[in-house]
């Protein structure tokens, strides 16, 4: 079984960057409380981390994937 590396890079983006929109989305709502946003406000959070992570790996998905569709 082969991967397609283009779509998983997109799946990962998509899951990224979803990761950083979901804290928007939910103050705009007014559902966000303000002990939650306190701790995702801090860098260190663990829900910006697996954002950044999974958005590197798709970052790296696609270059592997130009690289072997040769172009």
Known sequence: MTVDLDLLAK???TLGFGLFLWPII???RGL???QA?????Q???RQWWIGFVLICL?????RLA???GGG
Do not use: H, M, N
């Open 11 to 13: 799946f990962c983006a």
């Open 26 to 28: 939910q103050r705009v």
């Open 32 to 34: 966000d409380t303000e």
């Open 37 to 41: 946003a306190k701790e995702r406000s």
């Open 43 to 45: 860098l260190r959070s």
């Open 58 to 62: 798709a970052l790296l998905f696609q």
């Open 66 to 68: 130009s690289q072997q």
